[in-house]
């Protein structure tokens, strides 16, 4: 962590003083996995992703597993030199809320957190993708803070057709303008969210491909010329 730290002092000191270290997360194991994984992806894609069954997919067993690993993982990072965090993003999806709870509690109270509806995953058609209620959420994480760049109560964007490649791709080019513009001393952020978010984010900034596996850590340094990803 220590060159990547100095990179971006260099960044921020010689081009761009709001480059940030940005450590984007996937989220654990959900229900929703396991169900595409058992079944196959084409009875996945052409019945069960339709079913109510997998509405905003939570965690399982082994998600829940994971992001418990994630935060010893994260504490071990920081003792190695992985800066402190000045804000946590989240999706507003449950299975990805409940990962920042479980792998990222120790900075709960510490650092603001915020759900960001511009980090969700791919939506459309999947009932995994759709999310619950704000009020619905609120309860369920009081912790966490909807009043940024959330929609209204019933999810706006859920469509009977999955968005596509252009399209999310067009949300996460809004997403990155937004962080850019975002408070100065959000320095470093953790972002936890989606395997197609992360891996078009990475199409949007120019790196290589990459498929994280669940609760997968990648991070990258994000300015004004560009990212530089960083495992």
Not at 63 to 87: I, S
Not at 114 to 141: I, P
Not at 169 to 194: D, K, M, Q, T, Y
């Amino acid at each position: 962590w220590a060159h990547a730290v100095a990179e971006l002092d260099a960044l921020r000191a010689a081009a761009d003083p709001r480059a940030r270290l940005l450590v984007m997360v996937r989220h654990g194991e959900g229900l929703h996995n396991v169900a595409e994984r058992e079944l196959g992806s084409e009875r996945w894609e052409g019945v069960e992703a339709k079913l109510d069954t997998y509405f905003d997919a939570p965690l399982n067993d082994v998600g829940r597993a994971q992001a418990a690993e994630l935060n010893g993982f994260w504490r071990a990072a920081e003792a190695g030199g992985l800066p402190g965090m000045d804000v946590i993003l989240v999706s507003p999806l449950t299975r990805a809320l409940e990962t920042a709870k479980l792998g990222l509690g120790h900075l709960w109270g510490r650092v603001p957190v915020y759900a960001v509806e511009l980090a969700r995953e791919r939506f459309g058609k999947n009932k995994c993708d759709q999310r619950r209620s704000v009020a619905d959420l609120r309860a369920k994480f009081p912790e966490v803070n909807f009043d940024l760049f959330m929609g209204p109560e019933a999810d706006p964007w859920w469509t009977p057709t999955r968005e596509t490649d252009e399209e999310i791709e067009a949300r996460i080019a809004h997403f990155f303008s937004w962080l850019a513009h975002s408070p100065a001393r959000w320095r470093n952020v953790a972002l936890v969210g989606h395997s197609s978010f992360m891996l078009h984010s990475r199409r949007v900034l120019g790196v290589p491909d990459h498929w994280p596996a669940n609760c997968e850590c990648v991070s990258m340094l994000v300015h004004a010329h560009g990212p530089a990803a960083r495992p």
